[in-house]
């Protein structure tokens, strides 16, 4: 029974669809001003509908994974779950998501989430094996989820505050991706997608990747422009790490060997965009 449920939590990428979830829930928050049931129902749905998506990537690029190390021992290309079986899964996930936040919250919601899963599957997905910058289509994805949840609050779609905050992610998805990639960038062209590492050299990558790291961290002060984070402890918590995070880059990438260790820097620029994210939900409540 765990082995079935560990499988079905691998196909369905839940702890990614999981985060998705939490993006939407901040959007929620952010717009309501409270924590509640229906706040958990609305990233309930998205959450669902994200697990939709993953689920059909991984039918998607089964053969591929079963190319590289890190991803053969999925559940369909290891053989423990059936393409047929992926299939009836991320239906079912989908008209289930699309289904709540239809029912429960608003139609341009579940339009949004719906839509966000089409993205997903049909432009990003099949841009990863033809452009080396797919990275941007995939940051749309990950824009989408807080204003779905926003929308689902009783938000207007078009608010100034909403649309930063979906391009703050947008932004910090770029850097995200890139790291991904220079982790896992041999396997990913072994596998016939298009990775930076055998594009551009290590010196040229570091470059980029740096300026794209300084525009999300710079980004941040717009969530005080915008008043979206007014109290001051969480101003300063923020400006403290966004200078702690700036420093830890520029040690990593600029000094020592090359290339560094790049584990280290996906997760400290991981926690943090949850550090934001989490200000930006207290400020919300309080």
Sequence with gaps: MLRILKNLLLLSKFYLSLAIAFSSLAGYVIFSGSFSGQALLAALGVLLLAAAAGTLNQLQERKRDAL???TKNRPIPSGAISPLFAI????LLALTGFFILQHYFDTVAALLGFGNLLWYNLIYTPLKIRSYFAVLAGAVNGAVPPVIGWVAAGGYLLDPK???IAFFIFLWQVPHFWLLLMMYGEEYAKAGFYSITSRFSFPVIRNILLVWVFATSFSTLFLLLFHIITFLPLIITMMTAVVILLVFFFIFLYT?????????L????NLFMVLVFGMIMVQGII
Excluded: C, T
């Excluded at 996906?266 to 620029?269: D, E, L, N, R, T």
């Design 162 to 164: 909403i649309l930063f």
């Design 256 to 264: 020592g060997k090359e290339p560094p260790k790049i584990k280290p």
């Design 266 to 269: 996906f997760i400290v620029f």
């Design 88 to 91: 009836f899964l991320a239906g």
């Design 68 to 70: 590289m190390e890190r």
